[in-house]
């Protein structure tokens, strides 16, 4: 029987009744709060996109490629209605458990993004769910329902960590989110600046609203992992490092501020909120606030499109750096 990703009733109590809010020029026309202008795929179409190799041929707008000689496919009213996108990290790096995390860092985003596809569910939305490495990638495309939800933590239990190149993945997978949705992606943030920046670029575009919930065991943060001579093997490639903690710890912290830094400038450019997550941290809390941050960024912005940008100091979730 395939593993299905639990979820916690206390993380799912902490998020009832919120929920993100669309980019703005999203009109109630069905059921749920992010619906959308857009009209279903026997009526009209108010967005396309391009196609990319997996998609359903049946989709292709015909009349579209013999005038452009591009393939490009109808966006039904279930994609352009689109409240999330939910993304997770499933390189080799997300296994990592430190002793005081609760547990690893890939097992945290998951139930962080089940979660808020329960949430989505609960607020009769459409989402989508990927997991996705350098090697592989599972998804499972825009739907909502019970059916869906179910598919949804099955392959989220499911899901195995491997390889690298997450970001890369994501930038070529882009192409596949909807206009004008909300894109929540669960990750360690582990790889070049230049590279994430990239990729976010390409997720920010047509106006999606970015979160990234950066997930990070105590560790990673601290370096308090070992009081003398340690040996880090790395979870992505074969090497290893023989180093004494203590005496490098400064150091770690000093170049671990400046990635945080870089990261934060590139999330500023792109509107992209970062919301920093220990594994160690109550999840419900972590996502109440990142939901609450989002809704009142929405309603305080003056720009037709709503994004985020970097969380202060002084309103961080639980567990996060300062």
Not at 53 to 67: S, T
Not at 259 to 266: S, Y
Not at 280 to 295: E, K, S, T, W
Request: aromatic share 6%.
């Amino acid at each position: 029987m395939t593993p299905r990703l639990q979820l916690d009733s206390d993380i799912l109590n902490r998020i009832d009744g919120q929920g993100f809010l669309a980019p703005r020029g999203i009109h109630d026309l069905r059921s749920g709060p992010h619906s959308s202008a857009a009209l279903g795929m026997s009526r009209s179409f108010a967005e396309h996109r391009p196609y990319t190799a997996g998609d359903d041929v049946r989709r292709v707008d015909w009349k579209v490629y013999a005038r452009t000689d591009r393939l490009h496919l109808r966006a039904g009213e279930h994609e352009s209605a689109l409240a999330c996108h939910l993304i997770l990290d499933s390189s080799a790096s997300m296994r990592y458990q430190g002793r005081r995390g609760l547990q690893s860092k890939h097992q945290f985003a998951a139930l962080a993004i089940g979660s808020l596809a329960w949430l989505a569910h609960r607020l009769h939305d459409f989402w989508s769910v990927s997991s996705l490495s350098g090697i592989q990638s599972h998804r499972l495309p825009v739907a909502g329902g019970s059916s869906h939800l179910e598919a949804s933590l099955a392959l989220l239990g499911a899901t195995a960590c491997s390889g690298d190149g997450f970001w890369e993945h994501l930038q070529k997978e882009s192409n596949r989110f909807s206009t004008s949705a909300v894109l929540v992606i669960a990750t360690d943030c582990f790889d070049d600046v230049s590279v994430i920046h990239n990729s976010l670029t390409a997720c920010a575009t047509g106006g999606r609203n970015v979160i990234l919930l950066h997930v990070c065991d105590p560790d990673e943060l601290d370096l308090q992992t070992g009081h003398h001579a340690t040996r880090f093997t790395g979870l992505e490639t074969d090497q290893q490092i023989d180093t004494d903690c203590p005496s490098i710890r400064g150091a770690y912290r000093d170049v671990l501020r400046d990635h945080l830094k870089q990261l934060d400038t590139a999330c500023h450019t792109l509107r992209v909120q970062r919301t920093l997550l220990s594994t160690n941290a109550m999840l419900g809390d972590a996502l109440a606030f990142a939901i609450r941050q989002q809704r009142e960024r929405h309603l305080t912005s003056r720009s037709d499109l709503v994004f985020l940008t970097d969380t202060p100091d002084s309103q961080r979730p639980p567990g996060s750096l300062s």
